[in-house]
C-alpha cells in the first residue's frame, strides 16, 4: 500500500518561500512510469495542480506557476518537495501530494497540509 505524507510548515509570512515534503511509502518514486504531483485547493476554490516530477526526474510546472515553483526529489529519502517563491496570502491553501498512474489518473493522495500566508 503506497502511501503519502505532506509535512512543512503551516504558518509563512508574505514574500518568504514555501516549502513542503512528501515522504512516500509503500512505493519508489523511481518506479516506472509514476508522475508526483503537487495539488493545492485554496478556501472555496477547486483543486489547482501546481506542478509533478516524474519516476525520470523530469519536471513539469503549471504554467501560471511555473516561474515561483520548483519541485525537486531525494530518492535517497523516497521524498518529493515543492518550494514557492514569494508567497502571498493568495497562496493560502491545503496543499497535498498525489500519485498519477498514468493511466486512471490520481490514485494515491497524502492528507493534506493546511498552508497560512500570513504576517
Known amino acids: 500500500q503506497v502511501q503519502l505524507q505532506e509535512s512543512g510548515p503551516g504558518l509563512v509570512k508574505p514574500s518568504q518561500t514555501l516549502s513542503l515534503t512528501c515522504t512516500v511509502s509503500g512505493g519508489s518514486i523511481t518506479t516506472n512510469y509514476y508522475c508526483w504531483s503537487w495539488i493545492r485547493q485554496s478556501p472555496g476554490k477547486g483543486l489547482e495542480w501546481m506542478g509533478a516530477?516524474?519516476?525520470?526526474?523530469?519536471?513539469y510546472y503549471s504554467p501560471s506557476l511555473k516561474s515561483r515553483t520548483t519541485i525537486s526529489r531525494d530518492t535517497s529519502k523516497n521524498q518529493f518537495t515543492l518550494q514557492l517563491t514569494s508567497v502571498t496570502p493568495e497562496d493560502t491553501a491545503l496543499y497535498y501530494c498525489a500519485r498519477d498512474d498514468n493511466y486512471s489518473g490520481y490514485d494515491y493522495w497524502g492528507q493534506g497540509t493546511q498552508v497560512t500566508v500570513s504576517s
Open positions: 516530477i516524474r519516476f525520470s526526474g523530469n519536471t
